[in-house]
């Protein structure tokens, strides 16, 4: 009886701390951060792509300064210009954040690698652009 309790006690704990694991998923192919976690890595990196995935129309209102635009509607199984280089670090970002998402696992899709989805630009607390 006690190998039984030590056994689900170990096995409650392995569980346990998967849970606990940051948010990149091997199934998802890309990683999520914060939106100040973001910000961080604009000021700290170079070579780096920001990717608004929202349409056209909210683009042209206002956009985190340097962004490109390739609308997440746009995003499925043809090589994408904008981004020739699959293994460039792209942090994508949207509106509030679920086009994002969702463009971020098409990316991981079409073989790119270094993928990082920040969510929205309504967390943005920075300059627009327009």
């Known amino acids: 009886m006690r190998k039984i309790r030590r056994l689900l006690s170990g096995v409650l704990s392995l569980i346990l701390l998967s849970s606990c694991t940051a948010p990149l998923s091997s199934s998802s ?3 999520q951060i914060s939106m100040d976690e ?14 608004d995935v929202r349409r ?5 209102k206002g956009r985190i300064p340097g962004a490109i635009n390739v609308p997440n509607e746009e995003i499925g ?3 994408i210009s904008k981004l ?11 509106r509030s954040g679920r086009r994002s ?3 971020a696992g098409k990316l991981a899709k079409l073989g790119y690698t270094n993928i990082v989805e920040f969510g929205g630009i309504l ?3 920075g300059e627009i652009e327009k």
């Open 29 to 31: 192919g890309y990683r």
């Open 38 to 51: 973001a910000v961080k890595l604009m000021r700290n990196e170079k070579n780096y792509i920001i990717l």
């Open 56 to 60: 056209p129309d909210e683009y042209a």
């Open 77 to 79: 199984t043809a090589e």
């Open 84 to 94: 020739p280089d699959k293994s460039q670090l792209i942090l994508v970002y949207c």
């Open 101 to 103: 998402k969702e463009a």
């Open 123 to 125: 967390d943005y607390k």
